[in-house]
């Protein structure tokens, strides 16, 4: 099993940006995917981006992709959510989470944080 932790999250105006961070411990970090996922209230947890075990490569959902960057430090255990030009419809609980394939699907990851808040005023 993974600990993952997450940080960063706040209230923060439309256009604004906001850096989260994913901290994790418990298994070797190299060895495994990382994912943001978001949910709103009274919505479904919904992708938002994922990252190869080496930062190779990353994938977005459509509605954060050119505004959000996923990378993450093997050094420090950390992965990262760069996220800019924010919008109001960006408000929702963001998760990280593990897995140990590349994947976009929640039910593929088997590790998740407690999440953090991001809310985006108008």
């Known amino acids: 099993q993974q600990q993952l932790v997450e940080s960063g999250g706040g209230l923060v105006q439309a256009g604004g940006s906001l850096r989260l961070s994913c901290a994790a411990s418990g298994r070797t970090f190299s060895s495994v995917y990382m994912g943001w996922f978001r949910q709103a209230p009274g919505k479904e947890r919904e992708f938002v981006a994922t990252?190869?075990?080496?930062?190779?490569?990353?994938r977005y959902a459509d509605s954060v992709q050119g505004r959000f960057t996923i990378s993450r430090d093997n050094t420090r255990n950390t992965v990262y959510l760069q996220m800019n030009s924010l919008k109001p419809e960006d408000t929702a609980v963001y998760f990280c989470?593990?897995?140990?394939?590349?994947?976009?699907?929640?039910?593929?990851?088997?590790?998740w944080g407690q999440g953090t808040q991001v809310t985006v005023s108008s």
């Open positions: 989470a593990s897995s140990l394939v590349f994947a976009t699907t929640p039910s593929v990851f088997t590790s």
């Open positions: 990252i190869t075990r080496y930062g190779d490569t990353t």
